[in-house]
């Protein structure tokens, strides 16, 4: 299918200003049957479709632009290339600005002296699981949250056991967090120690919005005792703490339609501004490539996003896209 877009991209491009051709029409079929869409009318089949072409065209002149040597990364038309920037940020980005002035000093907990290795992916470890969709929900502070604490409990107990997202949408709104409308990474760690634990995501699957709590103590596979902010925009400690502790959640910005519609390489936007963080991800280990520097970010976007649902985020860009702003990892 994936050649098939390509090669359908690139008729379309040599036509692009007759938007009812045959090629942009043809794409839009096998795009939207790829993806599942089903729109509930005309008027809104004929919005989405609006939306879509403009995408088109941001995407054909991205990755024309890549192939001459201006870009890093390539961009695709996923699963959201049929919404706007602006609705994105508003259903998906539901990250809530940390005060950090709420948290003590020395919050960071002394990270291992041992030599930071050149390179780590925690994938490669066990200690990562499966990407998810989190759907039309704001809900990627819980996606990031279970996501450093699997880490930590495979660390602890030799058994990867996904957990349950939902059960921090439903169960965590008397902790300061609104379920699809957004929370806060360390008030979700605030939950799971006021609990005294987290359900599987087995036990309690993930439904795409709000419910009514039922954390039950019989589907309990997480707990922590703690948490750890890093000090902020510093990638070198991040750097230590992921080589040493594990997957690491934190805050990113995903403002852009470029992460929106990103496909692979190293994304590398300097105008991805370090102080606008509005979505929570979990870096899983770093490298370099080509003389380039990144960190390996998980997505909560579904596997059809990115690079398997992972991203390279540029790293020593200082602190791009805010990576580094607001990092945070549990403790047992």
């Known amino acids: 299918m994936m050649h098939t877009l390509c090669a359908m991209l690139l008729l379309v491009s040599l036509d692009l200003s007759h938007s009812s051709s045959t090629a942009l029409r043809k794409l839009w079929e096998d795009w939207t049957v790829k993806h599942h869409k089903v729109y509930d009318n005309q008027t809104e089949v004929v919005f989405r479709r609006a939306v879509w072409e403009k995408n088109v065209l941001l995407v054909l002149r991205h990755n024309q632009e890549a192939s001459a040597g201006k870009h890093s990364f390539r961009m695709g038309l996923n699963h959201l290339a049929d919404m706007t920037a602006e609705e994105i940020n508003e259903k998906l980005n539901g990250l809530k600005l940390e005060d950090p002035s709420n948290f003590r000093n020395g919050s960071l907990k002394e990270v291992s002296s041992v030599s930071i290795p050149q390179s780590v992916d925690w994938r490669k470890s066990g ?27 495979k660390k602890r107990t030799g058994v990867l056991v996904p957990l349950s997202p939902q059960n921090l949408v439903d169960c965590s709104f008397v902790d300061g967090n609104r379920g699809c409308r957004g929370g806060f990474i360390s008030k979700a760690f605030g939950y799971i120690i006021r609990n005294q634990g987290i359900d599987s995501e087995s036990f309690y699957p993930y439904e795409h919005q709000n419910g009514k709590c039922r954390y039950s103590v019989t589907g309990k596979a997480g707990y922590c005792s703690d948490f750890h902010i890093l000090p902020y925009g510093d990638e070198k400690t991040l750097k230590a703490v992921v080589a040493s502790v594990g997957p690491v959640s934190v805050a990113v910005n995903a403002m852009l339609k470029s992460f929106h519609l990103y496909r692979g390489g190293l994304y590398n936007v300097p105008s991805c501004n370090p102080r606008l963080t509005n979505h929570a991800v979990l870096v899983v280990g770093y490298g370099r490539d080509q003389g380039q520097d990144f960190w390996l970010v998980k997505n909560s976007w579904g596997t059809t996003w990115g690079e398997d649902g992972f991203i390279r985020i540029a790293r020593n860009k200082k602190n791009l896209c805010g990576i580094a702003s607001f990092a945070v990892y549990p403790t047992l």
């Not at 989190?134 to 996501?147: D, E, L, N, P, Y």
């Open 127 to 153: 200690l990562v699981s499966p990407v998810q969709n989190q759907g039309m929900c704001g809900s990627c502070w819980a996606f990031s949250s279970v996501g450093a604490l699997e880490g930590q409990m």
